[in-house]
Structures are given as C-alpha cells and as structure tokens.
Nanobody, 117 residues
Framework: QVQLVESGGGKAQPGGSLQLSCAVSGFDFENYYMTWYRQAPGKQRELVAMIIPSGGTTYHESVEGRFTISRDNAKNTVYLRMKYLKPEDTADYLC???????????WGQGTQVTVSS
C-alpha cells in the first residue's frame, strides 16, 4: 500500500522557519524523484523543489536560497527546510513521488503552511 504522509506545516511569522517532512512507504523510495508542490487559494499548483535519486536538486526561483530540499533514503523521507518565510509562501504543500515514464506518480494529502504576523 502506497502512502505519502506530510507533516510539519503550521503557522509562522514572516522571516520565520518551518521544516516539512514527507514519509513514504509502499514503493522503492530511493529510485523516485521527490517533489514538493504548493497550491494557494485561487492559484495554480506550482513546483517548489525537486530532488532526484542521485541527490541533485532544483528550486522555483521564488524560493531559491531560502528553501532546502533533502532526502533520507534510510528513513524513506523527504524534507523541505523553509527559512525567511514570506506571506506569499502561504499555501497547501504537497509531496509527490514520480519516475520515468512520468505517469503522475503518487501524492500525499498536503500540509498547510500559513505565514502571517
């Protein structure tokens, strides 16, 4: 049974930090491309950060230098460390696992991040 369970969301003040986790089971995590997406109300879902099986990473330009994605293959978990949070980072953050031939992969249920003073 495939499961992706996100955690770590919540409320933070502008300039604050949060760390999201996505714990997975039911598939060979180490061979999957892991991606954090986010979706704010009334906006399209956007890719925030991706980490490939070899450890290479890519980021949306709006989070470059503030967010860090990492993975622990021993724990079947991918992380998103978020620093210097801004109100525009407020969104539902979702974890995705996919690999070639890119059939859509697996999704978590999401975790809400709210940045507000």
């Amino acid at each position: 049974q495939v499961q992706l369970v996100e955690s770590g969301g919540g409320k933070a003040q502008p300039g604050g930090s949060l760390q999201l986790s996505c714990a997975v089971s039911g598939f060979d995590f180490e061979n999957y491309y892991m991606t954090w997406y986010r979706q704010a109300p009334g906006k399209q879902r956007e890719l925030v950060a991706m980490i490939i099986p070899s450890g290479g990473t890519t980021y949306h330009e709006s989070v470059e230098g503030r967010f860090t994605i990492s993975r622990d293959n021993a724990k079947n978990t991918v992380y998103l460390r978020m620093k210097y949070l801004k109100p525009e980072d407020t969104a539902d953050y979702l974890c995705n696992a996919d690999r070639p031939p890119w059939a859509g992969g697996y999704w978590g249920q999401g975790t809400q991040v709210t940045v507000s003073s």
